[in-house]
């Protein structure tokens, strides 16, 4: 089955914590994306990435960080730097890079701090 | 310039209903237009979408209608069924620019 994979589907952070967020996808997209949701908001970019090793920031990417060593993979790490990490994070991709093509998204994971 | 906006916030309608969720936006260089569709803890999904160049696209139940001049669409379900209950996003997208979202309506079918 050809899809976006994001785990774990719930993930707790302690006050100091550094946490990692998974996505993968096998359809061969160029561009990736991770994304905020926070309730009664509409989706908040992070971080994008177009191709392997490039990735650029989004509108709030404080507190955050990601890497892009594969094609298939671009993992998001909420750092102890990001004060208020409660919220859905939503992984998508995209046939082609920037603007090219539609996204298509995970099943998100929901980040809450204990 | 860059933001979406979607209206109404909520919309709760019968069984067999036809909601209307509307989007408006300002930036003329936006040249493709997707609804998406969120159940409650999973990922939204692509459910239709448009370019200017069309006034109208229908997919199944689903319809955009586009105004151009009035730098409006919006989202039409036909005959809507208790499975439609979902949040809708209306997004757009400048050519090399990453899409902006809506805010989201969240829509609730009586049956």
């Known amino acids: 089955d050809g899809g976006i994979t994001q785990s774990p589907k719930y993930l707790f952070r302690k006050e100091g914590q550094n946490v990692t967020l998974s996505c993968e996808q096998n359809?061969?997209?160029?561009?990736m994306y991770w994304y905020r949701q926070d309730p009664g908001q509409g989706l908040r970019l992070i971080y994008y990435?177009?191709?392997?090793?490039?990735?650029q920031k989004g509108d709030i990417a404080e507190g955050y960080s990601v890497s892009r060593e594969k094609k298939e993979s671009f993992p998001l790490t909420v750092t102890s730097a990001q004060k208020n990490p409660t919220a859905f994070y939503l992984c998508a991709s995209s046939i082609g890079r920037q603007g090219a093509g539609t996204q298509y998204f995970g099943p998100g994971t929901r980040l809450l701090v204990l | 310039q860059q933001q979406v906006k979607q209206s109404p916030q909520s919309l709760i309608v019968q069984k067999g209903g036809i909601p209307i969720i509307n989007c408006a936006y300002e930036n003329t260089a936006f040249d493709y237009f997707p609804w998406y569709q969120q159940f409650p803890g999973k990922g939204p999904a692509l459910l239709i979408a448009i370019r200017p160049d069309v006034s109208e696209k229908k997919e199944g139940r689903f319809t955009i209608s586009f105004n151009k001049s009035a730098k409006q669409f919006s989202l039409h379900i036909m005959d809507s069924q208790p499975g439609d209950s979902a949040t809708y996003f209306c997004?757009?997208?400048?050519?090399?620019?990453?899409?902006?979202f809506g805010p989201g309506t969240r829509l609730s079918v009586l049956p």
């Open positions: 997004a757009a997208r400048e050519r090399g620019q990453n899409f902006v």
């Open positions: 359809l061969n997209h160029d561009a």
């Open positions: 990435s177009q191709i392997v090793n490039d990735f």
